[in-house]
C-alpha cells in the first residue's frame, strides 16, 4: 500500500476540527481559498520565530476572526500591542478590506505540539547540528513531558550525502490507524546548504477522549459465575 492519508484530514470530525471554518460557492470559494492561503503564508513568514504552530480562520459576512495558537504570545502582541495593530491592517487589506480581529491561544506544552517540535528540528538541522542528535533530544524531551508516544521521519541529503534517504526513530504507542488515540501530525522543511529536509513528526498526547469503555465490575462477573455455578447444579440433579 503506497497511498498515504494526511493524518489531520484522516480524522476530520472525528477528534480534529477545521482550520477554515466559513461557507463559499462558485468563485466566492475561490477567492476565499487563495486569501486564507496568503494570510497563513504571511503570520507564517512574519511569525517565524514566535513558536507559531496553526492558524484558524473563522468568517462571517464582513469580519474575518484569526486565531493564533502559539507558545510564545508576547512576541506576537509586542510592546503596548503595536504588532497586532500591525498585522491587523495587512491581513484586513489580504481580505480586501474586511473586519479583522486576532485571537491568541497560548500553548502551555509546545514540547508536546508536534508542529512546533517539527520546527524545532528543522531549526536544528539548518545549525549543521546532527539529525541524529536533534531527533533523540525530541523524543526524550516528548516521553519526559507525558507523551504516550512519538515517531519522527527525517528525509533527505541527511548529513551532506550524494543520495537522499530516510530515517525515522519512535517510541511508545503511536497507533496511526485508531481514530480514538489523541494523535497530533506536524510537518516542516529544513533548507540546508545540501538541500531541504522535510520531518514529519507524529505525537501521542495521551488525553482521554471520553469513548474508553467503563471497565466491568467484579460483581457483574460474580453474576455470570453465579448463574454457571446455578446451571451446572441443574444440569447435575438432572443426570442424578
Not at 79 to 106: L, N
Not at 226 to 237: L, S, Y
Request: with cysteine.
Amino acid at each position: 500500500m503506497g497511498q498515504k492519508v494526511n493524518p489531520i484530514a484522516f480524522r476530520l470530525a472525528v477528534n480534529k476540527d477545521w482550520r477554515s471554518k466559513w461557507y463559499g460557492k462558485g468563485k466566492e470559494y475561490t477567492d476565499k481559498l487563495h486569501e486564507d492561503l496568503t494570510v497563513r503564508a504571511y503570520l507564517k513568514k512574519k511569525l517565524v520565530n514566535a513558536g507559531l504552530s496553526r492558524v484558524v480562520i473563522e468568517r462571517a459576512w464582513n469580519s474575518v476572526r484569526v486565531t493564533l495558537h502559539t507558545s510564545r504570545p508576547g512576541l506576537i502582541i509586542g510592546r503596548q500591542g503595536k504588532e497586532i495593530e500591525v498585522m491587523t491592517k495587512e491581513i484586513s487589506e489580504i481580505c480586501k478590506g474586511a473586519q479583522v480581529k486576532i485571537d491568541i491561544i497560548e500553548i502551555r506544552k509546545p514540547e508536546l505540539d508536534a508542529q512546533l517540535i517539527a520546527e524545532q528540528i528543522a531549526v536544528q538541522l539548518e545549525r549543521r547540528i546532527s539529525f541524529r542528535r536533534a531527533m533523540k533530544r525530541s523524543i526524550q524531551t516528548a516521553m519526559e513531558f507525558g507523551a504516550e508516544g512519538i515517531r519522527l521521519r527525517c528525509a533527505g541529503r541527511l548529513g551532506g550525502a550524494d543520495i537522499a534517504r530516510a530515517e525515522g526513530y519512535r517510541e511508545g504507542k503511536v497507533p496511526l490507524q485508531t481514530l480514538r488515540v489523541p494523535l497530533d501530525y506536524g510537518f516542516a522543511e529544513a533548507r540546508t546548504l545540501y538541500g531541504i529536509i522535510g520531518i514529519k513528526c507524529w505525537v501521542n498526547k495521551k488525553e482521554d477522549d471520553g469513548n474508553s469503555k467503563p471497565p466491568q465490575g467484579r460483581g457483574d462477573r460474580g453474576d455470570r459465575n453465579d448463574r454457571g455455578g446455578r446451571g451446572g447444579d441443574r444440569r447435575q440433579n438432572s443426570r442424578n
